[in-house]
């Protein structure tokens, strides 16, 4: 942003929106910053997602939604007297490079809130220094259930680790049984073979799935981990073929699930292949010609469904974006949105202006817990633990070269 005055509110976008990153200026966290552009105060939202790399198609799309909702509330003053615009910082899909942005974004006295990341392992190193600093994040991809309700969530003692981290993305706890039910109920698949890339989203999906599953009377036919980065999954494949499992079943993303659904499509394994939202990509697809029949979950329902999605869509194709909007774009264009909103009940709480001082980030972290309005993806508003109240999901198969939606609902559970 090229205005040294300017009150920054850190969406870490960066790259195709052609704005400069603006430098730390150091400070106390929450600080405001000052300074006029034009009579209006210029709060700048930050992106932190995988802008270049083998997930750069879906932080794209993250990147470019946060830009519209930008763009949206500059066009109609949303919020009277405030400019918004955008910074993005490349994760490159890594915790390392996620905590380096983090540290960044807060020691820029200017960010007011971030939109990210995709990965919750990138989000595991982010939190506490976003914390410390009362930096508000809203993930719109995240589904580790630990980022919310705390390592033993599972046993039932819930507990939330941080008050400025919130998602508009459904968890695992419900994203893993809710393929199990469908593999079993639906797909009539009784023996699966589990596999995962022990990344915390691809593990926590895969445990989740798993305890669905069996608790449904299915039976596992093995279990593997994979590295990520794989990409020769010959001997898996071997396994599998021996296993007897009518279906496999994979805890990770797309650059590898593809290449293991290909392999075994050419070693004669005629079975479908599931996963959850991190395989639902329109790349998944183009590494994998013979995905015909593989499924995947993905959080809410379809936005191409929804009657509150139509201007999303035709606004994002008018604004020109070259890469498509993807599985999060409308969950980020809604955690942007929370932002702004949160900005605005701040403003209009000091009488119509941007508070100055320390607790100003406190300020919009709080507000953001009290937000609630019908977004892109539906109603949007968050629970005790940060957590979105939007528990619908969507299952997709791989039909004639597309993802088309096979089912939709709420799980039951």
């Known amino acids: 942003m090229r205005h040294r005055s300017a009150i920054v509110v850190s969406i870490a976008v960066i790259g195709a929106l052609s704005l400069t990153a603006c430098g730390s200026r150091g400070g106390k966290s929450g600080d405001n910053a000052g300074g006029k552009d034009n009579g209006s105060t210029t709060v700048v939202i930050g992106v932190d997602a995988p802008l270049t790399g083998d997930l750069s198609a879906l932080g794209l799309g993250i990147r470019n939604s946060v830009d519209l909702a930008v763009k949206t509330a500059n066009a109609a003053n949303e919020v009277p007297g405030v400019k918004f615009e955008v910074k993005a910082l490349d994760d490159t899909a890594k915790p390392a490079p996620g905590q380096q942005n983090a540290t960044q974004l807060v020691g820029d006295p200017k960010v007011l809130g971030v939109v990210g990341p995709l990965n919750s392992s990138v989000a595991q190193s982010m939190q506490q220094i976003f914390d410390d600093a009362s930096l508000t994040e809203i993930s719109p991809a995240n589904t580790g259930v630990a ?7 599972a046993s039932g003692d819930k507990k939330r680790p941080f008050k400025s981290y919130f998602r508009t993305a459904t968890t695992d706890a419900v994203q893993g049984p809710f393929a199990a039910q469908f593999l ?5 698949k009784t023996k699966v073979f589990l596999i995962d890339d022990q990344k915390t989203y691809g ?8 305890g669905e599953f069996t608790k449904l ?3 596992l036919a093995g279990e593997e981990h994979v590295n990520p ?3 020769d999954f010959s001997a898996i494949v071997t396994k599998v073929k021996t296993s007897g499992a009518d279906a496999v079943y994979y805890g990770g993303e797309y650059p590898a699930a593809g290449p293991l659904s290909l392999q075994l499509k050419d070693a004669g394994v005629n079975i479908p292949l599931m996963g959850g939202d991190g395989i639902q990509s329109g790349d998944f697809i183009k590494l994998n010609p ?13 936005v191409e469904s929804l009657d509150t999605a139509k201007k999303y869509i035709a606004d994002y194709k008018a604004a020109g974006y070259k890469d498509a909007y993807e599985t999060y774009g409308g969950y980020s264009y809604d955690s942007a949105w929370a932002i702004i909103q949160a900005v605005k009940s701040v403003v209009n709480s000091n009488n119509g202006k941007l508070p100055t001082g320390d607790g100003l980030r406190k300020s919009v972290r709080d507000a953001v817990q009290k937000v609630s309005f019908d977004g892109v993806t539906g109603k949007v508003s968050f629970d005790e633990f940060g957590d979105t109240t939007n528990k619908q999901l969507t299952v997709y198969t791989v039909k004639d070269g597309k993802w088309a939606v096979e089912k939709s609902g709420t799980f039951n559970g």
């Open 147 to 153: 980022l919310s309700q705390g390592e033993k969530w």
């Open 184 to 188: 079993y109920n639906d797909a009539k």
């Open 203 to 210: 593990a926590g999906l895969a445990s989740t799935f798993k």
């Open 217 to 219: 009377g299915g039976t």
């Open 229 to 231: 980065d794989d990409r």
């Open 290 to 302: 013979k995905g015909q029949g593989d499924f995947a979950t993905a959080v809410g329902l379809p």
